[in-house]
C-alpha cells in the first residue's frame, strides 16, 4: 500500500491549531482571497476538489440563504455569474459544479457560515486516484491558481 503524507493537514483535522478562528470566512482567509464586493467575497479552496475550487462567502455570518439580506444575497448571485464566466476563462473548462451544503448534514464543513462552492470540471476529473485512492492529485498549486483568478476582471460592470 502507498501512502501520501501530508502532516501540515493534521492540526486542521484534529483542531490542534488553537491560532484556527472558529469560523474561517470571518476571518477572510487574505492569503486567498481573489475577489472583495460590498457585500460578499470570493476565496480559494484550503482543500480544493479541483484547481480553481473557489468559493464565494457574505461578510454576514448566517448559516441559512433565507436569514441573508436581499442586496447581500443578489451580489453573491452577480459574483456567481462572474466565477462562471472567469474560471470557464481562465481554466478552459468543460463544465463547472455550483453549490451550497446548508448544514453539517448536507456535507458543510463549517455550517455557521453559507458560502457557494464554484469549481471547474473536466471529463475524467474523477479518476482512479480520487475514486480507489481516495486521494486527489492537484497539478497546480494554491498560488498558482490564485494568480489565474486575481488576473480576472471582477467587477461587476463585467457582466
Known amino acids: 500500500m502507498d501512502h501520501l503524507w501530508s502532516p501540515w493537514r493534521y492540526r486542521y483535522v484534529t ?9 474561517v470566512f470571518c476571518e477572510k482567509q487574505n492569503e486567498l482571497t481573489v475577489f472583495t464586493a460590498q457585500h460578499c467575497y470570493g476565496l480559494l479552496n484550503l482543500f480544493p476538489y479541483t484547481n480553481g475550487h473557489m468559493m464565494i462567502a457574505p461578510f454576514e455570518h448566517v448559516s441559512r440563504i433565507e ?3 436581499e442586496p447581500a444575497w443578489i451580489e453573491m448571485m ?4 462572474l466565477a462562471e464566466r472567469n474560471i470557464r476563462a481562465a481554466y478552459r473548462c468543460e463544465g463547472l459544479n455550483l453549490g451550497f451544503n446548508i448544514g453539517s448534514v448536507a456535507g458543510a464543513g463549517i455550517a455557521g457560515h453559507i458560502h457557494l462552492h464554484v469549481l471547474p470540471r473536466w471529463n475524467g476529473d474523477a479518476n482512479f486516484m480520487t475514486v480507489i485512492g481516495e486521494t486527489r492529485v492537484h497539478p497546480e498549486s494554491l498560488e498558482d491558481s490564485l494568480a ?3 488576473a480576472c476582471d471582477w467587477t461587476l460592470s463585467a457582466l
Open 67 to 69: 436569514d441573508l439580506p
Open 15 to 23: 483542531k490542534e491549531d488553537t491560532a484556527r478562528p472558529a469560523c
Open 78 to 81: 452577480r459574483m456567481a455569474r
Open 148 to 150: 489565474k483568478l486575481t
